[in-house]
Protein backbone atom coordinates (compact mmCIF):
# COMPACT_ATOMS: atom_id res chain seq x y z
CA UNK A 1 0.00 0.00 0.00
CA UNK A 2 1.15 3.53 -0.74
CA UNK A 3 0.31 6.66 0.14
CA UNK A 4 -3.16 7.66 1.87
CA UNK A 5 -5.63 4.63 2.45
CA UNK A 6 -9.24 4.41 3.80
CA UNK A 7 -11.96 2.53 4.70
CA UNK A 8 -14.44 1.13 4.06
CA UNK A 9 -14.88 3.38 0.71
CA UNK A 10 -18.51 3.38 0.94
CA UNK A 11 -20.97 3.31 4.09
CA UNK A 12 -24.61 3.16 4.38
CA UNK A 13 -25.87 3.60 8.23
CA UNK A 14 -28.45 4.67 9.97
CA UNK A 15 -29.05 7.46 11.88
CA UNK A 16 -29.18 4.90 15.44
CA UNK A 17 -25.89 2.95 14.25
CA UNK A 18 -22.58 3.33 15.69
CA UNK A 19 -19.40 2.87 12.77
CA UNK A 20 -15.79 3.97 12.20
CA UNK A 21 -13.58 5.35 9.62
CA UNK A 22 -10.17 4.12 9.01
CA UNK A 23 -7.89 6.15 7.85
CA UNK A 24 -4.11 4.77 7.53
CA UNK A 25 -1.03 6.59 5.94
CA UNK A 26 2.58 4.86 4.26
CA UNK A 27 4.18 8.58 3.78
CA UNK A 28 6.07 8.49 7.38
CA UNK A 29 4.42 12.03 7.82
CA UNK A 30 3.13 13.85 10.92
CA UNK A 31 -0.18 15.34 10.75
CA UNK A 32 -3.62 13.96 9.96
CA UNK A 33 -6.75 15.43 9.10
CA UNK A 34 -10.21 15.24 8.41
CA UNK A 35 -12.55 16.85 5.85
CA UNK A 36 -15.55 16.66 4.50
CA UNK A 37 -16.59 17.18 0.98
CA UNK A 38 -20.21 17.93 -0.11
CA UNK A 39 -21.40 18.93 -3.40
CA UNK A 40 -20.65 22.32 -4.27
CA UNK A 41 -19.25 23.45 -0.95
CA UNK A 42 -16.15 24.06 0.10
CA UNK A 43 -13.93 21.41 1.59
CA UNK A 44 -14.71 21.51 5.53
CA UNK A 45 -11.81 20.90 7.67
CA UNK A 46 -13.30 18.58 10.69
CA UNK A 47 -9.92 17.69 13.09
CA UNK A 48 -5.99 18.37 12.63
CA UNK A 49 -3.85 15.61 14.31
CA UNK A 50 -0.13 16.85 15.05
CA UNK A 51 2.50 13.64 16.37
CA UNK A 52 -1.00 12.54 17.46
CA UNK A 53 -2.31 15.37 19.22
CA UNK A 54 -5.32 17.10 18.36
CA UNK A 55 -4.73 20.67 17.08
CA UNK A 56 -7.83 21.97 15.61
CA UNK A 57 -11.40 20.78 15.96
CA UNK A 58 -13.86 23.14 13.83
CA UNK A 59 -17.13 23.31 16.16
CA UNK A 60 -17.29 19.64 14.77
CA UNK A 61 -20.51 18.07 16.21
CA UNK A 62 -19.96 15.64 18.98
CA UNK A 63 -21.39 12.64 17.26
CA UNK A 64 -18.10 12.73 15.07
CA UNK A 65 -15.14 10.97 17.49
CA UNK A 66 -11.54 11.05 16.47
CA UNK A 67 -8.96 8.78 17.17
CA UNK A 68 -5.12 9.21 16.63
CA UNK A 69 -3.29 6.44 18.24
CA UNK A 70 0.01 6.55 16.31
CA UNK A 71 1.29 9.23 13.58
CA UNK A 72 0.06 6.29 10.58
CA UNK A 73 -3.34 5.52 11.83
CA UNK A 74 -6.60 7.76 11.95
CA UNK A 75 -9.81 7.14 12.55
CA UNK A 76 -13.34 8.72 12.62
CA UNK A 77 -16.06 7.39 15.02
CA UNK A 78 -19.31 8.16 13.84
CA UNK A 79 -22.40 7.70 16.22
CA UNK A 80 -26.16 9.01 16.41
CA UNK A 81 -25.71 10.44 12.53
CA UNK A 82 -28.15 12.71 10.96
CA UNK A 83 -29.27 12.39 7.16
CA UNK A 84 -27.03 15.73 6.55
CA UNK A 85 -24.12 14.10 7.16
CA UNK A 86 -24.29 11.94 4.32
CA UNK A 87 -21.08 13.28 2.27
CA UNK A 88 -17.19 12.32 1.33
CA UNK A 89 -15.00 12.09 4.24
CA UNK A 90 -11.41 12.61 3.36
CA UNK A 91 -8.63 11.89 5.01
CA UNK A 92 -5.05 13.67 4.19
CA UNK A 93 -1.63 13.88 5.71
CA UNK A 94 1.24 16.26 5.98
CA UNK A 95 4.97 16.34 6.71
CA UNK A 96 4.60 17.89 9.84
CA UNK A 97 3.16 20.94 12.14
CA UNK A 98 0.12 20.44 10.25
CA UNK A 99 0.49 23.86 8.49
CA UNK A 100 -0.94 25.41 5.56
CA UNK A 101 2.16 25.31 3.63
CA UNK A 102 2.75 21.96 3.61
CA UNK A 103 1.04 20.16 1.05
CA UNK A 104 -1.56 17.91 1.87
CA UNK A 105 -1.78 14.20 0.44
CA UNK A 106 -5.60 12.75 0.56
CA UNK A 107 -7.05 9.56 0.98
CA UNK A 108 -9.52 8.56 -2.01
CA UNK A 109 -12.53 9.21 1.06
CA UNK A 110 -15.41 7.16 2.03
CA UNK A 111 -18.97 7.92 0.81
CA UNK A 112 -21.32 8.05 3.35
CA UNK A 113 -24.93 7.54 3.49
CA UNK A 114 -26.73 8.02 6.82
CA UNK A 115 -30.46 6.95 6.17
CA UNK B 1 -13.47 37.85 5.21
CA UNK B 2 -11.98 34.27 5.43
CA UNK B 3 -14.10 33.47 2.08
CA UNK B 4 -12.44 32.25 -1.03
CA UNK B 5 -14.77 32.73 -3.69
CA UNK B 6 -14.15 30.44 -6.56
CA UNK B 7 -15.84 30.53 -10.41
CA UNK B 8 -17.41 29.00 -12.32
CA UNK B 9 -19.01 26.18 -10.28
CA UNK B 10 -18.83 23.81 -14.11
CA UNK B 11 -16.96 24.70 -17.16
CA UNK B 12 -16.66 22.84 -20.52
CA UNK B 13 -13.92 23.41 -22.79
CA UNK B 14 -13.19 21.69 -26.29
CA UNK B 15 -9.79 20.02 -26.18
CA UNK B 16 -7.09 22.37 -27.32
CA UNK B 17 -8.79 25.24 -25.87
CA UNK B 18 -7.80 27.13 -22.43
CA UNK B 19 -9.11 26.31 -19.54
CA UNK B 20 -9.81 29.33 -17.04
CA UNK B 21 -10.71 29.28 -13.08
CA UNK B 22 -11.02 32.12 -11.06
CA UNK B 23 -11.19 33.00 -7.54
CA UNK B 24 -11.12 36.14 -5.46
CA UNK B 25 -10.67 37.00 -1.89
CA UNK B 26 -11.33 39.03 0.81
CA UNK B 27 -8.33 38.87 3.62
CA UNK B 28 -5.47 40.88 2.41
CA UNK B 29 -2.97 38.52 4.97
CA UNK B 30 -3.61 35.80 3.07
CA UNK B 31 -0.26 35.06 1.33
CA UNK B 32 -0.10 31.15 -0.15
CA UNK B 33 -2.31 30.22 -2.80
CA UNK B 34 -2.42 26.53 -4.08
CA UNK B 35 -4.61 24.90 -6.45
CA UNK B 36 -5.62 21.42 -6.11
CA UNK B 37 -7.08 18.67 -8.40
CA UNK B 38 -9.47 15.86 -7.72
CA UNK B 39 -10.37 12.93 -10.09
CA UNK B 40 -13.77 10.93 -9.90
CA UNK B 41 -12.87 8.61 -7.21
CA UNK B 42 -10.12 10.05 -6.00
CA UNK B 43 -8.74 12.48 -3.41
CA UNK B 44 -7.36 15.99 -4.25
CA UNK B 45 -4.00 16.29 -5.36
CA UNK B 46 -1.87 19.56 -5.13
CA UNK B 47 -1.10 20.89 -8.98
CA UNK B 48 0.27 23.97 -8.16
CA UNK B 49 0.68 26.68 -5.92
CA UNK B 50 1.79 30.71 -5.44
CA UNK B 51 2.84 33.48 -3.09
CA UNK B 52 1.93 36.64 -3.50
CA UNK B 53 5.29 38.03 -4.88
CA UNK B 54 5.32 36.75 -7.83
CA UNK B 55 2.38 37.65 -10.68
CA UNK B 56 2.79 34.43 -12.59
CA UNK B 57 3.93 30.82 -12.16
CA UNK B 58 3.60 28.02 -15.00
CA UNK B 59 4.38 24.53 -14.68
CA UNK B 60 4.06 22.73 -17.99
CA UNK B 61 0.65 23.87 -19.53
CA UNK B 62 -0.49 24.89 -15.99
CA UNK B 63 -0.55 28.27 -15.28
CA UNK B 64 -1.52 30.46 -11.76
CA UNK B 65 -2.11 34.34 -12.63
CA UNK B 66 -2.12 36.56 -9.34
CA UNK B 67 -3.35 40.00 -9.28
CA UNK B 68 -2.43 40.97 -5.33
CA UNK B 69 -4.19 44.89 -6.00
CA UNK B 70 -7.79 43.31 -7.27
CA UNK B 71 -7.07 40.26 -4.86
CA UNK B 72 -7.79 37.45 -7.83
CA UNK B 73 -6.05 34.64 -8.76
CA UNK B 74 -6.69 32.05 -11.38
CA UNK B 75 -5.05 29.27 -12.60
CA UNK B 76 -4.93 28.59 -17.19
CA UNK B 77 -5.12 25.12 -18.74
CA UNK B 78 -3.63 25.54 -22.16
CA UNK B 79 -3.86 22.91 -25.11
CA UNK B 80 -6.64 21.13 -22.79
CA UNK B 81 -6.76 17.81 -22.70
CA UNK B 82 -9.49 15.59 -21.58
CA UNK B 83 -7.07 13.83 -19.37
CA UNK B 84 -7.75 17.51 -17.44
CA UNK B 85 -11.26 16.31 -16.55
CA UNK B 86 -11.61 16.89 -12.90
CA UNK B 87 -12.63 19.09 -9.75
CA UNK B 88 -10.13 21.84 -9.19
CA UNK B 89 -10.31 23.51 -6.10
CA UNK B 90 -8.15 26.69 -5.32
CA UNK B 91 -7.17 27.99 -1.49
CA UNK B 92 -5.68 30.41 0.13
CA UNK B 93 -4.12 30.66 3.94
CA UNK B 94 -2.75 33.34 5.59
CA UNK B 95 0.20 32.00 6.96
CA UNK B 96 1.41 28.47 7.65
CA UNK B 97 -0.16 28.64 11.22
CA UNK B 98 -3.42 28.15 9.59
CA UNK B 99 -5.34 25.73 7.68
CA UNK B 100 -6.15 26.05 4.33
CA UNK B 101 -9.51 28.35 3.26
CA UNK B 102 -10.97 25.99 -0.12
CA UNK B 103 -12.87 27.37 -2.88
CA UNK B 104 -16.14 25.38 -3.88
CA UNK B 105 -14.78 24.09 -6.85
CA UNK B 106 -15.37 24.28 -10.58
CA UNK B 107 -16.05 20.55 -11.94
CA UNK B 108 -14.07 21.11 -15.61
CA UNK B 109 -14.97 18.81 -18.84
CA UNK B 110 -12.56 18.80 -21.51
CA UNK B 111 -14.60 17.66 -24.77
CA UNK B 112 -13.03 15.36 -27.44
Known amino acids: ETGVTQTPRHLVMGMTNKKSLKCEQHLGHNAMYWYKQSAKKPLELMFVYNFKEQTENNSVPSRFSPECPNSSHLFLHLHTLQPEDSALYLC??????????????FGPGTRLLVL | QQQVKQSPQSLIVQKGGISIINCAYENTAFDYFPWYQQFPGKGPALLIA???DVSEKKEGRFTISFNKSAKQFSLHIMDSQPGDSATYFC???????????WGAGTKLIIKP
Open chain 2, 50 to 52: IRP
Open chain 2, 91 to 101: AASPDSNYQLI
Open chain 1, 92 to 105: ASSQEGGGARETQY
